[in-house]
T-cell receptor, first 113, second 111 residues
Framework: DGGITQSPKYLFRKEGQNVTLSCEQN?????MYWYRQDPGQGLRLIYY???????QKGDIAEGYSVSREKKESFPLTVTSAQKNPTAFYLC????????????FGNGTRLTVT | KNEVEQSPQNLTAQEGEFITINCSYS?????LHWLQQHPGGGIVSLFM???GKKKHGRLIATINIQEKHSSLHITASHPRDSAVYIC?????????????FGKGTKLSVKP
């Protein structure tokens, strides 16, 4: 079945360490997105990519980095510069830039202590 | 003031009841999304609409562009409908993924 796979589901790290969250899709979608969800808040866009080897910052990109070397993969690195990294991270994809539904992964819950 | 407001924040219903969740927004939009987030955290896209009404099974979504308001209705609610329902709008001229999200409505349907 086609879909988006995020791994791992739970991730624990010590403060000061970089950590990379995986996102893989087999939907052949061009566009991919990373969102962050905090309790009591709406989702916020971290980074997005509309095509391989290209990506743009979202509203809260500081302290994060991404790469898009392959169409199916869009990993997110949470760096030590991110001041409040503990959150729920969701990856999504869509067929094109406009007028197409978003498909979401099941998320990764990152806890940094 | 948030650009996307949902009401109610929490909703408890008995199985079989008709449910309405509201979404109001303050920006010009090209599309509005209704999403469902289950307790495990995964999100499913229910509807994407820019005008009128859409129906899928027991779910109905409507939008009034002039009033900047959308509603999600669930007919004959069931405990498996228990989830957080999220409204998100695509800013007019904005890119697909750069949505403005509401904080969600937590629905609990009791048997």
């Amino acid at each position: 079945d086609g879909g988006i796979t995020q791994s791992p589901k739970y991730l624990f790290r010590k403060e000061g360490q970089n950590v990379t969250l995986s996102c893989e899709q087999n939907l052949n979608h061009d566009a991919m997105y990373w969102y962050r969800q905090d309790p009591g808040q709406g989702l916020r866009l971290i980074y997005y990519s509309q095509i391989v080897n290209d990506f743009q910052k979202g509203d809260i990109a500081e302290g994060y980095s991404v790469s898009r070397e392959k169409k199916e993969s869009f990993p997110l690195t949470v760096t030590s510069a991110q001041k409040n990294p503990t959150a729920f991270y969701l990856c999504a994809s869509s067929q094109g830039p406009m007028w197409s539904p978003l498909h979401f992964g099941n998320g990764t819950r990152l806890t940094v202590t | 003031k948030n650009e996307v407001e949902q009401s109610p924040q929490n909703l408890t219903a008995q199985e079989g009841e008709f449910i309405t969740i509201n979404c109001s927004y303050s920006v010009g939009i090209s599309a509005l999304h209704w999403l469902q987030q289950h307790p495990g955290g995964g999100i499913v896209s229910l509807f994407m609409l820019s005008s009128g009404k859409k129906k899928h099974g027991r779910l109905i979504a409507t939008i009034n562009i002039q009033e900047k308001h959308s509603s999600l209705h669930i007919t004959a609610s069931h405990p498996r409908d228990s989830a957080v329902y999220i409204c998100a709008v695509q800013n007019y001229g904005g890119s697909q993924g750069n949505l403005i999200f509401g904080k969600g409505t937590k629905l609990s349907v009791k048997p």
